[in-house]
T-cell receptor, first 114, second 111 residues
Framework: DVKVTQSSRYLVKRTGEKVFLECVQDMDHENMFWYRQDPGLGLRLIYFSYDVKMKEKGDIPEGYSVSREKKERFSLILESASTNQTSMYLC?????????????FGNGTRLTVT | AQTVTQSQPEMSVQEAETVTLSCTYDTSESDYYLFWYKQPPSRQMILVIRQEAYKQQNATENRFSVNFQKAAKSFSLKISDSQLGDAAMYFCAHNFNKFYFGSGTKLNVKP
């Protein structure tokens, strides 16, 4: 089974802090994604990556950046955390570009910015 | 624009009964996939079922089946013989080049 691991289950940070959310997958998947989940809004795509050192903006990239230095690791960075970034963050991966490939998700990181 | 709409924020079903969760989507594409994901309180998103737009036959996975109406752009999920473990958030998703998710339906299962 594919395992997608997010390093933190819960995080509490202060406004203005730089925050790193880490995600590692163990199945050599090409594609990795970061989503934000908010009640009533579903999952919204922040950033994604189809290859090492490659990144693409999703639908809500403002206030975020990403890093993919190794194939298995995809990091989400909040350059200066703000209270409106309090949310659940989900990392996911897929093996290729086939549209039938489902997303494999991590367990999520619930981030609170105070 | 690709959008996915789940019009039922919350639903309840009695254990052993059948429930249907609604999903509609909007796309101008003809070749795409549709998915239902389950998110229990543990937060782990789990794939429930998927459907290819080109296939007429509705997908089935054990107690879970879909009613796919391509012309109406409708993709509902039917859960038969509901179990307490089915209680979760359910998300409908559409994939062409990117995944688009609905806002989710919270399913409660009453013993």
């Amino acid at each position: 089974d594919v395992k997608v691991t997010q390093s933190s289950r819960y995080l509490v940070k202060r406004t203005g802090e730089k925050v790193f959310l880490e995600c590692v997958q163990d199945m050599d998947h090409e594609n990795m994604f970061w989503y934000r989940q908010d009640p009533g809004l579903g999952l919204r795509l922040i950033y994604f990556s189809y290859d090492v050192k490659m990144k693409e903006k999703g639908d809500i990239p403002e206030g975020y950046s990403v890093s993919r230095e190794k194939k298995e690791r995809f990091s989400l960075i909040l350059e200066s955390a703000s209270t409106n970034q309090t949310s659940m963050y989900l990392c996911a991966s897929t093996p290729g570009t086939g549209r039938n490939s489902p997303l494999h998700f991590g367990n999520g990181t619930r981030l609170t910015v105070t | 624009a690709q959008t996915v709409t789940q019009s039922q924020p919350e639903m309840s079903v009695q254990e052993a009964e059948t429930v249907t969760l609604s999903c509609t989507y909007d796309t101008s594409e003809s070749d795409y996939y549709l998915f239902w994901y389950k998110q229990p309180p543990s937060r782990q998103m789990i794939l429930v079922i998927r459907q290819e737009a080109y296939k007429q036959q509705n997908a089935t996975e054990n107690r879970f089946s879909v009613n796919f109406q391509k012309a109406a752009k409708s993709f509902s999920l039917k859960i038969s013989d509901s179990q307490l473990g089915d209680a979760a958030m359910y998300f409908c998703a559409h994939n062409f080049n990117k995944f688009y998710f609905g806002s989710g339906t919270k399913l409660n299962v009453k013993p």
